[in-house]
């Protein structure tokens, strides 16, 4: 299985970026997929996740701001993130598990699989 993130960059605040995550390799039925973040000084969290039942959970600091999706078709998960702050600093990482999200969704021990991560600033 192999993750890449792309659309990482530098952006000012209140702006807006979107994050792709090509996935190859996951065979499959079930899936949780998500992102995760990692600012300098912090532990890696949990920013979004979708599952193959449909269920989308999202960290309380990026509601109705940031926007998960996949795309199966392309084998592609996207993340749309609009006004940005600079508390959205960080290198954000893709990752996969199998099986539904669930109530474990945020916990980052449980994620298989993960991409090289992305940078994205906001100034």
């Known amino acids: 299985v192999q993750l890449v993130e792309s659309g990482g960059g530098s952006v000012q605040a209140g702006g807006s970026l979107r994050l792709s995550c090509s996935v190859s390799?996951?065979?499959?039925?079930?899936?949780?997929m998500g992102w995760f973040r990692q600012a300098p000084g912090k532990e890696r969290e949990a920013v979004a996740t979708i599952d193959s039942d449909g269920n989308i959970h999202y960290a309380d600091s990026v509601k109705g701001r940031f926007t998960i999706n996949k795309d199966d078709a392309k084998n592609t998960l996207a993340l749309q993130m609009n006004i940005l702050g600079p508390e959205d600093t960080a290198i954000y990482y893709c990752?996969?598990?199998?099986?539904?999200?669930?109530?474990?969704?945020?916990?980052?021990?449980?994620?298989?699989?993960w991409g090289q991560g992305t940078q994205v600033t906001v100034s």
């Open positions: 990752a996969a598990k199998r099986d539904a999200c669930g109530m474990t969704w945020k916990w980052r021990n449980l994620y298989t699989y």
């Open positions: 390799g996951y065979t499959y039925a079930s899936y949780c």
